[in-house]
């Protein structure tokens, strides 16, 4: 499978650090170099709003709505040692302190 993003005119061309594939929607959720998150469809379309964080995110992790509920949340970790849990709508819902040093990966 091969896997092509173009930059389009109005389009963001921020360095992207992380994604996660969203299988609730069929699309993916990336973050930017620019300290942004945005939502994409599998055709490469920006789905949701801008999400602004206040460091730089390294992974992302995306968990599916329920069907009670239909709200979804990403887990982001970011270089400055926190760990994000945010709702998709863009609020935050927890920010822990979870290293000193950078935090890499989550899952």
Known sequence: MRFDITIGEGKRNACKTALAFNSSSSGFIVAADDKTILQYTSE????????????????????????????????????????LLLKRNGSTEKKIKAHDGATICVK
């Open 44 to 83: 490469g379309e920006i789905t949701s709003q801008r999400i602004d964080v206040s460091s730089y995110v390294t992974s992302l992790s995306c968990f599916p709505s329920s069907k009670m509920s239909n709200s979804g949340m990403l887990a982001a970790a970011c270089s400055d040692g926190t760990l």
